[in-house]
């Protein structure tokens, strides 16, 4: 007994419509994450201030991350804060 595979190959109007819907799918994907993640953000300023310290923030930062577009992931830029102010304090401890 023989098994043949069919490959459809997907070209034109059919690739762009695939194209199109892959797009939009990543866009929305993107945009729950980010809100998600907006939502966790602002629930981390009910902490106090040495709470925010020992995971390496500051009550600053949340407000520059949560400043940013609403499409946009403010998580990476809570990261991207956390992480300057963790090298500044290693590069002034070696000093």
Do not use: Y
């Given at each position: 007994m023989t098994t043949?595979?069919?490959?459809?190959?997907?070209?034109?109007f059919t690739r762009t419509i695939a194209t199109f819907a892959s797009q939009a799918a990543n866009f929305v994907r993107q945009v729950i994450v980010a809100r998600r993640n907006r939502k966790?953000?602002?629930s981390l300023g009910e902490w106090n201030d040495e709470m925010l310290h020992d995971i390496g923030v500051t009550r600053a930062d949340l407000h520059s991350a949560i400043g940013?577009?609403?499409?946009d992931d403010p998580s990476?830029?809570?990261g991207a804060?956390?992480?300057v102010?963790?090298?500044v304090r290693a590069a002034r401890s070696i000093i």
């Open positions: 043949t595979t069919r490959m459809i190959e997907v070209t034109g966790t953000i602002m940013t577009s609403l499409l990476e830029r809570l804060l956390a992480d102010r963790s090298r």
